[in-house]
């Protein structure tokens, strides 16, 4: 009796510790949401870095488990040409760019994608299977603040101060144009690998482009992250994101849920990049743009050499997106339970040094631009710079000499003496 006793315990407890550890999810949910992810792989290829990259027919990947794509056509390359305005103002220097670990290890065949395979302990990471890929909603306080802006001109429309919202649950150091139709951006961005604190923290440098209200707004996003959460381990990654309302319930990153179509063999999202910047020593950059489509609506995303990756098909996935943008910001942020209060968290955004160190000791964004209707490519009318912490985290400006275009550069340590 005894021994029976003391196996339903044990079988109790174990179910208690399975229940805890997954989220409340159980197995079951688990491989069940594993399936849903892993499409089947033309050729699996194992990379460096611990990744394993499934080669998935391109007809059969997840963007199309999405019930508004289902007879969604693909779109295989874009049908615009951006022209360079100004090409005497781009900063022109000889950039050292970064490459994707695992192509060291193979390549996906024509008519394929590479796609990060999701793995039993990647959910179990999470902090529910429901949750897992996706960006935590935005935990905004009710009362708003405007823009403090140390150099260029405020964003606004008719020089109306551009108020932005206090998040409690992230920390920003960004650019930011707002106030015309934008259909594109890019950027130059500095690529590092700053210390993440915790696991369930995040720090990205990225564009993101953005429409709709502020309480339910829509953005596109790509750039690099350092995110052990997710990706289970701290190495720096190219990634791409959507939502439709601000990270409430949609959307997220990479392939880790239908929506983004992937038309590249050879650029893998969530994939880790290298080299890396070291402090005054060599700087690495990955170049990256997105475009709307005008014929299509189709939001692409361009990497390197203005190589296409994919897109989103904002017709069918999106709303405000479908027409433009109406805000876009270059920079970085930290997401953190530990910002905006005591103690604050070490998680460092950029190359975790403060903007004011300049070229080789802060990270930085050049050879930014926007695209309207025009379909050139040009340095913003209106540029301003927002942070949030400036005690944690800067944002910075700068304008080397005439002739050359500001060069934004941002970041910062977060903890620190004047950020306790």
Known sequence: MANFIFRVLLILVFSYLCNRVTGKANFKEIDEKLKQLNKPAVKTIQGEDGDIIDCVDIYKQPAFDHPALKNHIIQMKPS?????????????????????????SGSCPEGTVPIRRIRREDLLRAKSVQQFGRKPPEVVLKSNTTIEHKD?????????????????????????????????????????????EA????????????????????SIESGWIVNPQLYGDKRTRLFAHWTKDSYKTTGCFDMT????????????????????????GQQYYLTVGIYMDPNTANWWLKIGK???????????????????????????????????????????????????????NACSMDNIAIVDFSMQLKYPQWVGTWADEQYCYTALNYQEGYGKLPIFYFGGPGQNYNCP
């Not at 103690?343 to 975790?352: A, D, I, N």
């Open 80 to 104: 615009f040409d951006l022209k360079e305005e100004k090409l005497s103002l781009k900063n022109e220097s000889t950039k050292l760019t970064v490459f994707q670990t695992w192509q060291r």
């Open 199 to 218: 696991q369930d923290e995040y720090t990205t440098a990225q564009i993101w482009l953005k429409a709709g209200p502020g309480d339910n707004f829509e």
């Open 306 to 360: 203005d190589i296409p990756v994919g897109y989103w098909p904002a017709s069918t996935l999106l709303f405000y997106l479908n027409h433009s943008s109406t805000l876009v910001e270059w920079g970085g942020q930290v997401y953190s339970s530990n910002v905006k209060k005591k103690p604050h968290t070490k998680t460092g955004m950029g190359s975790g040094q403060f903007a004011s160190g300049l070229r080789g």
């Open 257 to 280: 849920c239908s929506g983004f179509v992937q038309t590249s063999s050879q650029y893998l999202l969530g994939g880790s990049i290298e080299p890396v910047s070291t402090e005054f």
């Open 152 to 196: 260029g001109q405020l964003p606004s429309i008719n020089t109306t101060a551009l108020a932005m919202p206090v998040i409690v649950n992230r920390s920003a150091a960004t650019l930011v144009t707002v106030g015309y139709n934008y259909i594109g951006a890019k950027a130059d961005i500095n690529v590092w690998t700053p210390n993440v």
